[in-house]
């Protein structure tokens, strides 16, 4: 056996268990342990067990109450083992099981079909005293629609964000699809409510799992990563002057990687067209005067994604579109009630440094013009 193992580059082991399997239907019949308790025995301690005295009694309490009654009949291994072959072992109440959740999957061909938002902690000088940075993120642009920088995370505040940006933007019920994370203001009956009134379709992340909302966790490590960033600003102002140099550098100035170097603004408002023939022209024209310098030909000016997806894992599998979803929602919605009418009185629009006299110290939505 040792040189045939060592022909085969195979383990010992490994060959003795293929000769010899220990289960299954060429499985040898083990032989019954000398200690094993008769049948008789069996059976006495199954009339104990289900005995009136210890029937809602778990076998450690049997095994101790009995012993020191001064009697031993088996140990409360061999009790439960009793048990289980019968099938009496189980959880005494139902359980809910573990929900299970599908993993999100989108896809956004244009802006405002898709948005991603989330909320991150800004340090301050202060020890444990933590402001929050709201951020909405267009799917297919990468372009932050609105953003704000509060002292307090509610749905409250995620309720005005969300109103003042659909009005801003002029989004149509069942053109939208927001898609957060389970956190306590995404999943506020209040919030809620909200989006179904304004007709926009609600898409969450698994529970635990992070990256399922990878656009906008990675919008915050680039924003996080910056050579200036404070690490802890000073107060709420700070805080608000900075973000606001940040985004409009991030979304005038900044050349993303993942929309072949263009600017989330030039996709959000449509001038990819534009600036992709300019970039052909000046590339053109160095191909003329240099020809050399290119080994693969002519270059080509790679334009952004047509379709930008989340989570798309199998290229062979059918992807659940935006629009897909918003169709299901109004289908159901329209075996339900109808909900109740949009309030008169239309969100109002702050801009920075206007201050709203209902709005105390609360900060002031900031969307990108």
Known sequence: MRRACVALGLPRATAYRHLHPRCGPCARPRRASHRRLSPAERETVLEVLDSERFLDQPPR???????????????????????????????????RERGRHAVPRLTATAPNQVWTWDISKLATVARGDFLN???????????????????????????QLFAEAILRYGIRAGEL?????????MTAHGFQDLLAELGVGRSYSRPRVSNDNAFSEAHFHTLKYQPDYPGHFQDLGHARRWCADFFHWYNDEHHHDGLALFRPV?????????????REAALADAYVRHPERFVRGAPVVHLPPP???????????????????LAARDALLATTPSPATRPSTAPVI?????????RGAEPESVFAT
């Open 177 to 185: 699809l927001v898609h957060q994370d389970r956190g306590a203001p």
């Open 133 to 159: 940075l709201y951020v909405v993120l267009d799917l297919f642009s990468r372009y932050v629609v609105a953003w704000m920088v509060a002292a307090h995370e509610n749905s409250a505040l995620a309720k």
């Open 307 to 325: 379709v930008v997806t989340l989570n798309r894992l199998d290229p062979t599998e059918p992807v659940v579109t935006a629009e897909q979803l």
């Open 266 to 278: 030039d996709v959000f408002s449509g001038r990819v067209t534009e600036i992709a023939q300019c």
């Open 350 to 358: 702050h801009l920075p440094g206007v201050h709203h006299p209902n």
């Open 61 to 95: 309490e049997v095994f101790a109450t009995l012993l020191g009654e001064g009697q031993f009949f088996c140990s409360v291994r061999t009790m439960y083992r009793i048990l289980r072959e019968r099938g009496a072992v189980h959880d005494r109440r139902d359980h």
